[in-house]
């Protein structure tokens, strides 16, 4: 658990504010999205034998909002079958439970998942502490991942560069080129060096911060390695 000796009362009270408000653009998103998407959560079979106390639980348990019920009415309908609510209800009350605890809220921040606001407030807290933390490392691991993709595509492209480079040469250098294309070929070669010099000097800087993100990485799981 964070110490909230940290912060001070005013701070709390702002970054309380600015999580309610964030969490009410995410369920209005995430409902918003159920709605839009149009995709059946159930087939027909499911909705025959149906256990709505199971499903209600795997919900809760996973995260989803109990407005989730909305999309498997809608799947259920087109089989003339309606969902038992209270069932439900009464099962992702039950799957929130396993999924508001701190441990879990790392694992899922550590994933990328939203948070919608689902855990009740006397579990929220502590869900917070883990998915806070684990936001974290996402963030890290997010931008190292990010850092890697550029310096792959970048190396591709010097690698490209290069050969083109050194054909260019063989081409300025024939004994069959004209003097006017060899001067034509010698401004190309100029911009492609400064091409090529700029690549370099942006994956030398990438390898300053994956150097950097790594260990911050580092510290980070180090840290937060009681969860």
């Known amino acids: 658990m964070f110490s909230i000796g940290r912060y001070s009362l005013a701070q709390l009270n702002k970054r309380s504010h600015k999580e309610n408000a964030m969490k009410q653009l995410l369920v209005i998103f995430l409902m918003s999205a159920l709605v839009l998407s149009g995709c059946a959560t159930l087939n027909k079979n499911e909705c025959l034998t149906a256990n709505w106390y ?4 795997e919900d809760g348990a996973r995260g989803f909002p109990d ?4 999309s498997h009415r809608e799947a259920c309908a087109k089989h003339g079958i309606s969902p038992d609510f209270r069932a439900y209800l009464d099962g992702h009350e039950e799957g929130v439970i396993r999924f508001c605890t701190a441990q879990n809220g790392f694992a899922q921040g550590k994933n990328g ?4 606001g689902i855990c009740p407030p006397s579990l929220e807290g502590r869900f917070l502490d883990g998915y806070d933390a684990g936001r974290q490392i996402y963030a890290v691991t997010s931008a190292i991942r990010s850092a890697e993709s550029e310096q792959r595509q970048n190396e591709a492209k010097m690698s490209a560069l290069e050969q083109e480079i050194i054909s260019k040469k063989q081409v300025m250098f024939a004994a069959e080129t004209s003097v006017e294309d060899r001067y034509r070929l010698d401004g190309e070669l100029s911009s492609m060096q400064q091409d090529l010099g700029g690549l370099e000097q942006r994956n030398r ?7 950097q993100a790594q260990a911050q990485l580092r510290v980070l799981e180090e840290k937060y390695a009681y969860f």
């Open 67 to 70: 407005t989730r019920i909305g």
């Open 113 to 116: 998942y939203q948070y919608a």
């Open 54 to 57: 199971q499903i209600g639980y």
């Open 205 to 211: 800087q990438l390898l300053v911060d994956l150097a």
